[in-house]
Structure formats: C-alpha cells, structure tokens
C-alpha cells in the first residue's frame, strides 16, 4: 500500500503561479504512474495530468502550457508546476499513485481569485 500526502496549495490571484508537491510513502518501489486531478464544487473530478515511471506526460487540453508534471523517482515526490492560474482552476487538487491498486492523497485546496 501506498500513502499520499499533497501540499503547496493556497490562495493566489489570477496569473500568478504555484506548485504542488505529493509525497509518497509505503511502498513506494511499487509505484508506476502517478497523476494530479481535481475537483471543482459540484463537478465530477477530472484528470489534469499523468506521469509514467519513465517520464511520459499527458495533460488535460484546459492546463496544456500553464501546468507541468515532473517527478522524482529516488524522493518519491511527484510535483505540479502551475503557470498562469486562472479562477476557473480552483479546486481540490489530489494526487493519485498506481502501485498494484490505485491510491489517493486527501487532496490540497488551490482557490485563484479574478
């Protein structure tokens, strides 16, 4: 099993920038992808973007060129670079980690003010 445990969220103006770290404990050998996602009040929560173990990325069309995804494998950390922050990027951010089953963080609260 692996734990997950998010922070860096907070509460920043539009345009501005900022970067969320997950880190991962248990076992961590184990892990495979790992992935950010959101959730927004009253929506479904959605992918913003996914890593392999090799350094594959795959981003959500609404974040391509704002966020980046990046981790580190020996640290056990993965990280979301996020660039130019608009309202609409508010939301609970969760880490997500595959390692044989899916495991969650309990998420950080990123809130981006017009």
């Known amino acids: 099993q692996v734990q997950l445990v998010e922070s860096g969220g907070g509460l920043v103006h539009a345009g501005e920038s900022l970067r969320l770290s997950c880190a991962a404990s248990?076992?961590?050998?184990?892990?495979?992808?790992m992935g950010w996602y959101r959730q927004a009040p009253g929506k479904q929560r959605e992918s913003v973007a996914t890593?392999?173990?090799?350094?594959?990325?795959n981003y959500a069309v609404s974040v391509k060129g704002r966020f980046t995804i990046s981790r580190d494998n020996a640290k056990s950390m993965v990280y979301l670079q996020m660039n130019s922050l608009k309202p609409e990027d508010t939301a609970v951010y969760y880490c997500?980690?595959?390692?044989?089953?899916?495991?969650w963080g309990q998420g950080t609260q990123v809130t981006v003010s017009s």
């Open positions: 248990g076992s961590t050998s184990s892990i495979g992808s």
């Open positions: 890593i392999t173990s090799g350094g594959s990325t």
């Open positions: 997500r980690a595959w390692s044989g089953v899916w495991s």
